[in-house]
């Protein structure tokens, strides 16, 4: 499994991004996720979604402001931010899981990630 961000860019607050993640390899049975690591502290999970989109979660920093979806049909996950603030700056990062059929939200569950792609939030 290989994936590829992008989407990343810079928006002033408040603005709206959208990241994708094109995954090559057998995805389609596996939850994706999205992570984040702003300049000097800990990756952290952002949001999460099932196999077949039927169940999502979120980081409480992401409730209301940001959508998880994916189209299995184009190997694509998607996190649509909206409302974004500084503090959202950070690489992103797509990742998936290393097993089939659940919807893990830590970082440890996922053993195949993308290079990521920068978010900058200017205030």
């Known amino acids: 499994v290989q994936l590829q961000a992008s989407g990343g860019g810079l928006v002033q607050a408040g603005g709206s991004l959208r990241l994708s993640c094109a995954a090559s390899g057998r995805t389609f049975s596996r939850a994706m996720g999205w992570f984040r690591q702003a300049p000097g502290k800990e990756l952290e999970f952002v949001a999460a979604?099932?196999?077949?989109?039927?169940?999502?979660y979120y980081a409480d920093s992401a409730k209301g402001r940001s959508t998880i979806f994916r189209d299995n049909g184009k190997n694509t996950v998607y996190l649509q931010m909206n409302s974004l603030k500084p503090e959202d700056t950070a690489v992103y990062y797509c990742?998936?899981?290393?097993?089939?059929?659940?919807?893990?939200?830590?970082?440890?569950?996922?053993?195949?990630w993308g290079q990521g792609t920068q978010v900058t939030v200017s205030s």
């Open positions: 979604i099932n196999w077949n989109g039927g169940s999502t």
């Open positions: 990742a998936a899981d290393q097993l089939q059929f659940r919807l893990p939200t830590s970082k440890n569950e996922y053993a195949y």
